[in-house]
């Protein structure tokens, strides 16, 4: 079976096709199908969103389509960014490191113990039979005071993983992809599958 990621990103790509391979699920992006769409993202939470891109794919392509969505959750600032995470700031911030200097201009005086956040990831996967499968993932961290790591992108220098001693951009692509949101997120897709499978 072929399906579509709604994504230009061959990266994703490959992580999500080493999971569908064995349910003989063939992805490719949306750019190989010649479909170039923007989703306005502009559900309420990563659910929404994730399954607002797939929907989009999977009507414009007439195949199943996996799309997902994800942003980096603060606690102390209630949640922010969460599901604005590459638009924070706007429009002002316009880089990533524009977005990452305003979440910290936003935790100046913030202690340590309190700097707690996650990083979340929702996959969804939709059948033009109406069938979804939908998988969150997450991954509990803390917010440095000031970017630490060369690797990664987005908030990878400031989110600190204590059980790894580094930040995600410290601590290259292998390892980050072994415990990552989106990592947890596609072993709890995988998960669905078998049951749906069963």
């Keep these: 079976m072929k399906a579509v990621l709604a994504s230009r990103n061959r990266h994703k790509l490959a992580e999500i096709q080493a999971i569908l391979e064995k349910y003989d ?10 479909v170039e769409i923007d989703v306005d993202e502009t559900g309420t939470s990563f659910e929404e969103n994730s399954e ?20 980096l959750c603060v606690d102390v600032l209630g949640g922010e960014p969460g599901i604005r995470s590459a638009r924070y700031g706007a429009p002002d911030c316009v880089t ?15 202690r340590s113990e309190e700097r707690t956040a996650r990083f979340v990831c929702v996959i969804t996967l939709l059948w033009p ?30 989110f600190y993983i204590p ?18 949101h989106r990592a947890n997120a596609l ?12």
């Design 25 to 34: 699920i063939e992805l490719v992006l949306q750019s190989e199908l010649g």
């Design 52 to 71: 607002l891109k797939a929907r989009a794919v999977m009507e414009a392509t007439g195949l199943p389509a996996i799309a997902d969505d994800s942003g």
């Design 96 to 110: 990533d490191r524009d977005r990452l200097n305003f979440l910290l201009q936003n935790m100046r005086g913030v």
């Design 129 to 158: 039979d109406g069938r979804k499968l939908a998988a969150r993932g997450s991954c509990e961290g803390l917010i440095t005071f000031e970017p630490r790591g060369e690797d990664g992108f987005g908030y990878d220098p400031v």
């Design 163 to 180: 059980s790894q001693g580094c930040t995600f951009a410290q601590m290259g692509a292998e390892r980050k992809n072994a415990i990552s």
């Design 187 to 198: 072993r709890r897709l995988e998960a669905l599958l078998d049951q749906e499978n069963e």
